[in-house]
């Protein structure tokens, strides 16, 4: 049975630029609560490898490495949780819209090149990194129960909300 | 009885030991180097630390799972700070020296050195 907030939650984190949904229904619990987070941290990790195999601008290069490094961080920070807390991640509608819209995107990124590719991969961190910190402050946060989560899903989002005014500002600057 | 009398002094040395003690007493505090240190947590520089001076050294504590680094803008310091780490800046010169993180250039902060 497909979990209505979740599904609302992957409306939610795939509306870009649209309205959020403001229907309430039953919050994800932590195990899809891990998973989503997770899952973001990995795509994202995965769109820095893309930039690293695609560009040759120094700064886009620094940028996708520090989203690798630091996005692997906690990711790995996640998984020393969850085993913890013993909490099996559990996959979950929003997860799989995130991977699904991620999977077009690379797509669609494969086919540029040069600054084209750059000037692409950077608005869609900024517009990932805001869709993200949307998602946390407003569902997977509160939602959050064990408390060692919840502290872990906020520092993702400090972190997160720098990547994404870096991203902004590197944005500003290959217009 | 015999007096035996001490040598005359040389004028010169008259004049160096009264230029000596004319001198000021030499500050501890300003001869001492001293060790300020900047915890980094929470994507965050802590404050600055007051009283710094030329010849001071900056520890660095890095407490975040991430790599950051202090770096200065006038590229007098540029320390590599891998996650639970630390590490030092000595500081040469004066003045308000800004630095930030290249990682997460929204991460900032100043130093204000004195002589």
Redesign the interface.
């Known amino acids: 049975m497909i979990n209505k907030l979740v599904l609302c939650g992957a409306c939610a984190l795939l509306m870009l630029s649209g309205p959020a949904i403001a229907q309430k229904a039953a919050a994800p619990n932590d195990a899809e609560i891990a998973h989503i987070a997770y899952t973001a941290g990995q795509l994202d990790e995965d769109a820095g490898k893309q930039a690293l195999a695609r560009s040759h601008n120094k700064a886009v290069r ?1 940028f996708a490495e ?1 989203m690798i ?2 996005h692997g ?2 990711n790995a ?1 996640a998984l020393a949780l969850v085993k913890k807390l013993h909490v099996t991640p559990q996959d979950n509608a929003t997860s799989e819209a995130l991977t699904k819209q991620a999977k077009e995107k690379a797509r669609e990124l494969g086919k540029l090149s040069g600054s084209a590719f750059d000037r692409a991969y950077i608005q869609n961190e900024v517009a990932f990194h805001r869709t993200v910190n949307g998602a946390l402050k407003t569902t997977l946060i509160p939602s959050a129960h064990s408390t060692e989560l919840k502290s872990l899903l906020e ?1 993702g989002l ?2 997160f909300e ?1 990547h994404q ?2 991203a902004e ?1 590197l944005a500003a600057k290959l217009r | 009885m015999t007096v035996r009398r001490s040598p005359p002094i040389p004028p010169l040395s008259l004049a160096v030991a009264a230029a000596v003690l004319a001198l000021p007493p030499a500050s501890p505090a300003a001869a001492a180097s001293r060790v300020h240190t900047i915890i980094i947590d ?2 965050k520089f802590g404050p600055a630390p007051a009283g710094i001076h030329t010849g001071d050294t900056i520890i660095w504590v890095n407490r975040d ?3 950051h680094s202090a770096t200065a803008r006038d590229k007098s310091f540029n320390v590599d700070l891998p ?1 639970n780490s630390r590490g030092k800046t000595l500081i040469r010169h004066s003045g308000t020296i800004a630095f930030y993180c ?6 900032t902060g100043s130093l204000s050195v004195a002589k």
């Open positions: 620094s520090t490094r630091d961080a906690v920070q520092t400090t972190l720098e005014k870096h500002q | 929470k994507m799972m991430f790599k996650p290249i990682y997460h250039p929204g991460m």
